[in-house]
């Protein structure tokens, strides 16, 4: 097993919307989990995606609360399905899952971010969580299992990183049967084995692993799109008549 513990890849201004989405996700969990009524299972059957409601285009009914006789109560869910897939990628289902998504998001989005400018990140970032929620659609087209997470998201962001900065280095904590140690691993070995390791967990149960595939994958793609359109961005962007990224 190995995390990730920081990189060695400056930035040159500061990942002010990466902030902000680990602000935004750390606000929501705590709000779901210690402050709303009836709790953490109430917003995740309300906010989360169902791929049935996607493919299907109509809501469906969830399990919100049992009566004092164990009946099971049901409530049709509100929310949009296409705007399910939003809002599922700020909600976790456990604090090690946020925990671990944000990790990752601060250690490889403010570079992606510097790279792509404040305004394409966001967009980046929301495309690489819904092309995660699309493959994982495309494998459980009738699944009534609620999916939540920004895993996706952040995966598009490890795919970009690759292609970006295969060479920078990853401070990682490994653990090796009882050997437990840091090693300075290049980012391209380190997102091509976490990458590898998504197929190899996809057949296990609890979570959405082809979601991780999707992003990843996706992030790659978009990435190369923005690389072909940079210059033409950058010569834009030293016009007189348009104003730079922040």
């Not at 500061?14 to 680990?22: A, F, G, K, N, V």
């Not at 998201?153 to 049967?177: D, H, Q």
Request: no cysteine; aromatic share 16%; glycine share 8%.
């Amino acid at each position: 097993m190995f995390f990730p513990i920081k990189d060695y890849n400056p930035t040159k201004t500061i990942p002010h919307i990466t902030i902000i989405l680990i602000v935004l996700n750390v606000l929501i969990f705590i709000f779901q989990s210690y402050l709303a009524s009836p709790g953490l299972s109430y917003y995740v059957n309300h906010y989360s995606m169902v791929p049935y409601e996607i493919t299907h285009m109509q809501n469906v009914k969830v399990l919100v609360d049992r009566d004092m006789f164990g009946n099971p109560e049901f409530q049709e869910r509100g929310l949009s399905p296409a705007l399910s897939i939003i809002t599922s990628m700020f909600m976790h289902g456990s604090i090690m899952h946020l925990l671990g998504n944000m990790l990752f998001l601060w250690i490889f989005g403010n570079n992606i971010e510097d790279y792509l400018g404040k305004v394409f990140f966001v967009f980046f970032y929301l495309l690489s969580g819904t092309a995660a929620a699309f493959l994982h659609i495309l494998f459980n087209l009738n699944s009534l299992t609620p999916v939540i997470g920004a895993s996706g998201a952040v995966s598009g962001v490890m795919g970009a990183y690759l292609i970006l900065y295969p060479k920078a280095k990853v401070k990682t904590l490994v653990f090796i049967f009882i050997i437990v140690t840091f090693v300075d691993i290049p980012a391209g070995i380190f997102l091509a084995l976490w990458f590898i390791f998504q197929f190899f967990y996809s057949t296990s149960g609890g979570i959405a692993w082809l979601a991780h595939v999707g992003g990843f994958i996706a992030g790659v793609l978009l990435i190369y799109i923005a690389k072909k359109r940079k210059p033409v961005i950058e010569v834009l962007s030293d016009s007189e008549f348009i104003m730079e990224d922040e």
